[in-house]
């Protein structure tokens, strides 16, 4: 069934994902396992070299790395459904897919997105009351349907040129403010390279009086990564 397809789906990327963190391990490692013959690699502390001591990073540096790391495995958390989101649009840029198909890949993405990563609205705040107005087992599905609401926001609103990449934009502008307040240095990194991107990319799609029309058009694989990303960042800044 559908929850026998996201385990599948989620082991192949996991391992895609382990080789391209360690390829040189997971080599080395089926080259041992293939032939006992084979010839070992070169140790690095070669008996005839003096040794090199590594020199320490200072603090500063060690805590650039740190976030680096964190912002990736931020970022690898959700990756998952960022995937099937751009594949959704994509078939459907290459050829117009039937609504069912095209809305089961968007509940598909937004589904991984919500298990596999985490990504999960749990309450509404204190919504009209005093008290904490929590979802119980309602989180799962109105994420889904707020994930793929905004992803067909996003889609619908991508009509003129640069109008989608503005609205993201300026939505990850806040995004970012909020999550550096309040001290969340992984995803205010990943919300800024998002914003790299999108701002990069309106330079070629939007409108300007002394460039004429766009020349790079997103189409539903990019109108439909982008409502994720939103739908994303505001779950998890919640």
């Not at 109105?142 to 067909?152: K, Y």
């Not at 993201?168 to 001290?183: H, R």
């Not at 939007?206 to 694989?221: L, T």
Request: aromatic share 8%; proline share 3%; glycine share 14%.
């Amino acid at each position: 069934g559908l929850a026998a397809a996201v385990e599948n789906l989620h082991l192949a990327l996991q391992v895609v994902r382990g080789f391209r963190e360690r390829p040189l391990e997971l080599l080395l490692a089926h080259g041992a396992g293939a032939g006992g013959d084979r010839e070992q690699p070169a140790r690095l502390d070669h008996p005839h070299r003096p040794q090199v001591e590594v020199p320490v990073l200072p603090e500063r540096a060690r805590d650039r790395r740190a976030v680096g790391r964190e912002a990736g495995r931020v970022a690898d958390d959700d990756v998952e459904g960022a995937f099937l989101a751009l594949i959704g649009g994509a078939l459907d840029d290459r050829g117009e897919l039937r609504i069912t198909l095209k809305f089961g890949f968007q509940i598909f993405a937004a589904a991984v997105l919500a298990t596999w990563g985490g990504t999960v609205l749990t309450h509404f705040g204190n919504l009209m009351t005093g008290n904490l107005f929590t979802l119980g087992r309602w989180s799962l599905p109105l994420t889904i349907v707020c994930i793929v609401g905004l992803m067909n926001a996003i889609n619908m609103s991508d009509g003129l040129d640069g109008l989608a990449g503005s609205l993201v934009l300026a939505a990850c502008l806040g995004f970012g403010y909020a999550a550096g307040a309040g001290g969340d240095a992984a995803m205010f990194t990943v919300i800024c390279l998002a914003a790299g991107a999108i701002a990069a990319f309106l330079v070629y799609n939007a409108r300007s009086p002394w460039g004429g029309s766009a020349s790079v058009y997103m189409g539903d694989a990019g109108s439909l990564l982008l409502g994720l990303l939103v739908g994303w960042f505001a779950i998890r800044l919640a």
